[in-house]
T-cell receptor, first 115, second 115 residues
Framework: EAGVVQSPRYKIIEKKQPVAFWCNPISGHNTLYWYLQNLGQGPELLIRYENEEAVDDSQLPKDRFSAERLKGVDSTLKIQPAELGDSAVYLC?????????????FGPGTRLLVL | SQQGEEDPQALSIQEGENATMNCSYKTSINNLQWYRQNSGRGLVHLILIRSNEREKHSGRLRVTLDTSKKSSSLLITASRAADTASYFCATASNAGGTSYGKLTFGQGTILTVHP
């Protein structure tokens, strides 16, 4: 079974440029998550989708971040414009359901460096 | 925001020794999960312990949970060089009174196992 796929794996951009990350969850997983992981820290939830509906985006900085999950499968996370402080690893995860005991499966992440 | 604090922040041991990592948290939980993250890779789910359980085993892993002290420990017995990774505890609770689960990660413990 294929795992969660993310691309690109690495991205270097100049500040104020836009950037987008793509995630393909495990087939059949209805719930998709985007996390932000700063160096030396644990992941922090940015947004969570149940199918195509964003059910928790309270931690997403909406002035510059946006996300979409068309057709309830793949998802894209965008930052526009990027700031120096956005340098981090962006992790995508998926789970079969959204219940509290569901196991989340993580992708390898996209490491972003903003110069 | 980070829910838990992990102790120690870094642990260095020899192959064959046991490794113990601790996690403390602040709010009530449904369950607590442990994840491993190797350098450059995503997080991998290791084990889940429910709030009404006190101890759980999986292979060389032993997890304990003390809800009265709001703390958990992860013991890895007979460690191997391949166990070198960052280990994160994550508390799971229902998000905002909904049926959805929300994971909140600690800051992690960096484990180095020397051959």
């Amino acid at each position: 079974e294929a795992g969660v796929v993310q691309s690109p794996r690495y991205k270097i951009i100049e500040k104020k440029q836009p950037v987008a990350f793509w995630c393909n969850p495990i087939s059949g997983h209805n719930t998709l998550y985007w996390y932000l992981q700063n160096l030396g820290q644990g992941p922090e939830l940015l947004i969570r989708y149940e199918n195509e509906e964003a059910v928790d985006d309270s931690q997403l900085p909406k002035d510059r971040f946006s996300a979409e999950r068309l057709k309830g499968v793949d998802s894209t996370l965008k930052i526009q414009p990027a700031e120096l402080g956005d340098s981090a690893v962006y992790l995508c995860a998926s789970s079969y359901g959204g219940g509290v005991r569901e196991t989340q499966y993580f992708g390898p992440g996209t490491r972003l460096l903003v110069l | 925001s980070q829910q838990g604090e992990e102790d120690p922040q870094a642990l260095s041991i020899q192959e064959g020794e046991n490794a113990t990592m601790n996690c403390s948290y602040k709010t009530s939980i449904n369950n607590l999960q442990w994840y491993r993250q190797n350098s450059g890779r995503g997080l991998v789910h290791l084990i889940l312990i429910r709030s009404n359980e006190r101890e759980k085993h999986s292979g060389r892993l032993r997890v304990t949970l003390d809800t009265s002290k709001k703390s958990s420990s992860l013991l890895i017995t007979a460690s191997r060089a391949a166990d070198t990774a960052s280990y994160f505890c994550a508390t799971a609770s229902n998000a905002g009174g909904t049926s959805y689960g929300k994971l909140t990660f600690g800051q992690g413990t960096i484990l180095t196992v020397h051959p």
